[in-house]
């Protein structure tokens, strides 16, 4: 007797193969599937097969079942993703974005994303960032940001930044969810080690990107920006590279995880004594202080979100009050921070920040 089959959509072969049978119609874009744990090895085995929509279909039954984690387990380990490499090549434009999809399904989940790095399919699935389809190089930075996730993830990213930071540059027109998601990549990378990144210019490619009317990017650039200024060479370089009055006007942009990308900026490039001089020339010191300003009526989620902004700003205004005219001028601005310092404050890292600014706005010098 046969193997009986269902479609991706749950449906037996025997229902779909009688059009009108309680309403069922064959569903010709995905590939009937065998039951339980037959059903993975089954459509792997079809990739193999000649023809393009044979395959396609394949993938597209794939993608829906391997939603369920233990579906995903068992394509883990059961060695099927390597097979997925010759699909790389496919000369079929969609079988290939099927296949960066599979794989962004897969990688969803923390064992997904350590099986795919313990493969081989890392580097030929970078050079799709190259591909004619911009549905392929959308899947392909998505399996990458899905990497990046993992420390160990953005450790083997770290060989592909400068061809990241290559996309940067050349992709200006690209739409708006592959450069998010192509800055918040290079952002985890950065994170980890910003040399990479800082020796392709990485400073000069994000400021412009500060500037894009989308708040998403602005947003991840910013955050990018901020992973690049730990370092002293990424302060310098930001200091350099005329970066700061683009970060003055982002501290008052509408969007608060911008706003507070920004701050972590100036938080970490007011540590050297260049950082701080172009900042007070800058005046940055009165935008800084207009930002602790606390409404009576804000929300506590928006008070929650605003935290991150608080802190940085709270720490750059500090380093800011160790140079003598930082130190002048927040003397006549104690009332805001002591609000910010006192039992009205009801968090506690808010509270302890702005009690060390005060410390050393009010030490003797």
Not at 127 to 137: H, N, V
Not at 216 to 222: C, I, L, Y
């Amino acid at each position: 007797m046969g193997e009986r089959k269902v479609s991706a959509a749950g449906l037996s072969s025997e229902a779909v193969d009688r059009p009108g049978t309680d309403g069922c119609e064959l569903d010709d874009s995905r590939a009937p599937v065998a039951f339980g744990r037959r059903a993975v090895p089954q459509l792997f085995d079809q990739l193999k097969q000649p023809g393009a929509a044979r395959r396609r279909r394949a993938l597209t039954s794939l993608c829906d079942l391997l939603h369920h984690q233990d579906l995903i387990y068992q394509a883990v380990t059961g060695g099927y993703l390597e097979k997925m490499k010759i699909l790389f090549r496919d000369k079929d434009p969609s079988v290939r974005t099927k296949t960066c999809e599979l794989l962004y399904i897969v990688t969803a989940h923390s064992f997904g994303r350590q099986a795919l790095l313990a493969s081989a399919l890392l580097p030929p699935l970078s050079k799709l960032l190259d591909d004619s389809s911009i549905s392929c190089r959308r899947n392909v930075h998505r399996v990458l940001k899905h990497l990046s996730l993992l420390p160990a993830g953005s450790r083997a990213l770290l060989s592909l930044v400068p061809k990241l930071m290559l996309k940067l540059q050349e992709e200006k027109d690209e739409e708006e969810e592959v450069q998010v998601l192509l800055l918040s990549t290079l952002c985890c990378c950065s994170r980890l080690d910003p040399v990479p990144a800082l020796a392709c210019d990485g400073i000069p490619l994000l400021r412009h990107k500060l500037s894009h009317p989308s708040p998403s990017v602005r947003r991840e650039a910013a955050a990018a920006m901020m992973a690049l200024s730990v370092c002293e060479d990424g302060k310098w370089k930001v200091c350099e590279g005329a970066v700061l009055p683009v970060l003055l006007n982002l501290l008052q942009d509408k969007d608060v995880e911008v706003q507070a990308n920004a701050a972590g900026v100036v938080m970490y490039t007011v540590i050297i004594t260049r950082g701080k001089q172009l900042c007070l020339e800058l005046g940055f010191i009165p935008v800084l202080l207009q930002l602790l300003v606390r409404k009576s009526e804000e929300e506590e989620e928006r008070r929650r979100r605003r935290k991150a902004l608080t802190l940085y700003t709270l720490r750059a205004l500090t380093s800011l009050g160790e140079a003598p005219l930082g130190r002048h001028v927040l003397l006549y601005q104690l009332a805001l921070m002591r609000e910010r310092s006192g039992e009205q404050e009801d968090d506690q890292d808010v509270r302890q920040a702005a009690q060390t600014a005060i410390r050393v706005i009010t030490r003797v010098p």
